[in-house]
């Protein structure tokens, strides 16, 4: 899917070089001798067999180093396997996550602020938020951002991110919505595949999680996702197959919850059947912290525990989780056979070795920041939703000469999520950090050292700009009726394990708004939300730009969109609701069972399209400041695939980016939701500019999955095929006459 060349994609590391270098003396070598280089398979194998049970077993259990003292050869990881020198196996230092490198926070100083595992606070580029990357519908974005963490991570020691979250938003409310790719399987796909490989191109392996239906955090560590299995397949798990296909990641990590009442990780179904079994993943699946549930996960599928406790004296080899002395024994016993462990550990070592853990060990060496930054910074430009631009008011006139900000620490920063997700930015907190009322050690509010207030400054010169911080609205409004623009920043802080109480903008942000708004008639409102929020003042004011949380620096992109340096081209990957009342669940309770077949594989848009909602903004909407034209639609069938072309045209005045998206129809007696995604692609045009698109639509986006028989069923039939803006915005209509066909998944 060819998007927009981008500059700033990390090269793949030297050992790229050494590889083909490697290469040309191997192929000179193989033409002289006859056998082939071994492949990973292999070299796991060979190893394997020069490995006694307490080294195999030494494999499959990582330990929890995000402790204030560290163990000989750690480094302050989330996982932490050490190495086997004598075998030549490096150490597995398994670190968070998917919007950078985390650092774990393991005290406070006498200032109130975290003390971290790994230096002072800042010391990595944040990306934006998973949700931002997914609203750029840009999988060469994701593989650049991918490339430049995975870059950090290599540099500070690093091989292996705990990244690829992309559990699908099915509870709009979920406080780790932030850190996955929203409610649809095949954009989710496309972004996660591509930042897994951007991760992997570094010679650090990731993982993808959490696998699977972990949606929402209340009672994540035992609430059940009941849901029945065709849905599961044509939503969720479709997700992870076409992103597994697509990232090749190193690992799945199974989740906290249950599934149906069976824990992810004791799930032989989900782990043996469906991920090892139908899909033939090699890799290897590990835990979430503490999601392991007695040594008989290990028939089950999962291979590795992960984060145990060192217990004193850090003595490795802890007998303390399921794969401690319980595996001992049911070795021992027979219950787990060595067959098994033999293969739990091939499953590690044959991903570290076709991951370059062997060839390319991490190297320290300082960050080029400046260059990751501007990779987090293009991603963040793109991010960027225009949701509501009337009368033109954005980009700001150059008339303009008084701007009031307002709210959301827009002088110093831009909001980032909390949890294990956290970046601690380089040059640390803008403000100090802040802690939720109820808190663990790592869950801390932090806002990105990059100001928007500064930003704009800085491309506007001759603008007077006065801030408030928005606590008093009547003083805000003041300040706003004073000015020619009032500009009102939002902030929405969403955090793992705590869910969003509601939809609404917390901290009486509304009430700001009424009545900045009511000052100011030209009010433009700046989100940086971890999911969908309701707006009941959308009517009151002149634009809306969703920035969610928009990284590194957030605070230049948000400032390009306002002044039109930067075109919007954000398109939204989740559904804005009216309300929770449109909700599949309007209430979001702290019941244990939590009832999915509600909405089943319909998730999102395909929920407000089935139940014939309006929402307040749909799926794949966004603006622009220029405007472009779809014609020419060309459908062709060839069996079960169907290829779509079509022209885009940029009809504005001005360059920028549009994604028109392909939505299929499914047979009006098939029970499915009306349509759901089928393709996309982001162009970059030139003023009047044409580009003509083709995207092939894969067969299982018009296939339902067939339980009993264990496959995928496209039924013949004639499928309406779409062009539009958004789910909502369809342009061009045809139809594609296609053939029956059953898909082995
Ligand atoms: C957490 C998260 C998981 C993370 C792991 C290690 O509980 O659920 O996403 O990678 O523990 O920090």
Redesign the pocket.
């Known amino acids: 899917m060819k998007v927009v060349d981008l500059p700033f994609v990390r090269k793949p590391t030297r050992s790229l070089c050494l590889t083909a270098l490697s290469l040309a003396c191997v192929s000179s070598a193989f033409a002289q001798s006859s056998s082939p280089p071994l492949t990973p398979d292999q070299r796991a194998d060979q190893l394997i067999k020069r490995m006694s049970l307490d080294d195999m077993h030494h494999m499959v259990q990582s330990y929890n180093t995000?402790i204030p003292q560290q163990p000989p050869g750690g480094i302050g990881t989330?996982?932490y396997v050490p190495a086997l020198p004598a075998l030549g196996i490096p150490a597995l230092q398994?670190n968070?996550?998917g919007i950078g490198v985390?650092n774990?926070p393991v005290g406070k100083d006498k200032n109130g602020q975290p003390t971290l595992v790994r230096g002072v606070a800042g010391d990595a580029t944040p990306l934006p938020s998973l949700l931002g990357l997914a609203a750029t519908w840009n999988p060469q974005i994701a593989y650049a951002g991918g490339s430049m963490i995975g870059g950090e991570a290599h540099s500070q020691g690093i091989n292996m991110l705990?990244a690829g979250?992309i559990n699908l938003a099915r509870e709009p409310r979920n406080g780790?919505n932030f850190?996955y790719l929203g409610e649809d399987p095949l954009l989710a796909a496309r972004m996660d595949g591509a930042e897994i490989r951007g991760i992997q191109s570094q010679h650090v392996l990731s993982?993808i999680?959490?696998y699977a239906l972990?949606a929402q955090e209340t009672n994540?560590l035992t609430v059940s996702s009941n849901i029945d299995e065709r849905a599961m397949r044509e939503s969720d798990l479709l997700a992870f197959e076409m992103a597994i296909e697509d990232g090749h990641p190193a690992s799945v990590?199974c989740?906290?919850n249950k599934i149906n009442h069976v824990y992810d990780c004791s799930n032989s179904h989900l782990l043996n059947d469906v991920l090892k079994h139908d899909w033939k993943f090699p890799g290897w699946v590990m835990t979430?912290?503490?999601?392991d549930h007695g040594v008989n996960d290990a028939l089950d599928g999962t291979d590795q525990v992960?984060?145990i406790d060192l217990g004193s004296g850090f003595s490795i080899g802890s007998m303390s989780s399921s794969f401690g002395a319980p595996l001992t024994q049911a070795l021992a016993n027979g219950t787990v056979p060595r067959s098994r462990l033999q293969d739990m550990v091939h499953r590690i070592l044959r991903s570290m070795y076709a991951g370059g853990l062997f060839a390319d060990p991490p190297v320290i060496k300082p960050l080029n920041a400046d260059v990751d930054a501007l990779v987090s910074q293009h991603a963040a430009e793109q991010a960027i939703v225009l949701l509501k631009n009337d009368h033109a008011q954005l980009p700001l006139s150059a008339n303009v000469k008084t701007i009031a900000i307002i709210g959301g620490h827009a002088d110093a920063g831009v909001l980032s999520g909390g949890?294990?997700?956290q970046v601690w930015p380089i040059g640390g907190p803008a403000i100090p950090a802040s802690q939720p009322p109820v808190q663990n050690v790592?869950q801390w509010m932090v806002y990105d050292p990059s100001s928007p207030m500064k930003a704009l400054q800085k491309m506007m010169p001759g603008v007077t700009v006065r801030y408030d911080d928005g606590s008093d609205p009547t003083r805000a409004a003041a300040l706003a009726k004073s000015s020619d623009v009032a500009i009102v920043f939002a902030t929405q802080w969403m955090c793992?394990?705590i869910d969003a109480p509601n939809l609404s903008l917390p901290n009486g942000q509304d009430a700001l708004i009424d009545a900045v708004a009511a000052a100011n008639p030209h009010a433009v409102m700046v989100l940086e939300n971890g999911g969908p929020v309701k707006m009941p003042w959308l009517s009151k004011v002149g634009a809306v730009v969703e920035a969610w949380y928009p990284g590194a620096r957030g605070g230049e992109a948000i400032a390009g969109v306002l002044t039109g340096k930067v075109n919007p081209s954000g398109r939204l990957p989740i559904t804005f609701p009216q309300d929770e009342q449109q909700l599949p669940r309007p209430q979001l309770t702290d019941a244990l069972d939590v009832d999915y077949n509600i909405e089943g594989a319909a998730v999102g848009y395909k929920w407000f399209d089935e139940k014939k909602l309006e929402p307040l903004f749909p799926f794949g909407f966004g603006l622009s400041y220029s405007h472009f034209g779809y014609s020419d639609l060309h459908v062709n069938t060839k069996g079960d695939r169907v290829t779509v072309s079509f022209k885009v045209t940029n009809l504005g005045d001005r360059a920028g980016m549009d994604t028109p998206q392909i939505y299929v129809g499914m047979p009006a007696n098939s029970g499915e939701a009306p349509r759901r995604l089928g393709g996309f692609e982001k162009v970059a045009l030139q003023p009047k500019e044409s580009r003509t698109v083709t995207v092939t639509i894969d067969p299982r986006l018009l296939a339902v999955f067939d339980v009993q028989g264990d496959q995928w069923q496209v039924a013949g039939g004639s499928y309406p095929i779409q062009v539009g803006r958004s789910s909502r915005d369809l342009v061009l209509n045809g139809t594609a006459a296609v053939a029956a066909a059953r898909i082995a998944p």
Request: proline share 0%; no cysteine; glycine share 18%.
């Open positions: 995000m989330a996982g398994e968070d996550a985390h774990y705990l979250g780790r850190e993982t999680k959490h972990n994540r990590m989740g906290y979430d912290w503490g999601a992960s984060g949890g294990s997700a790592w793992e394990a």
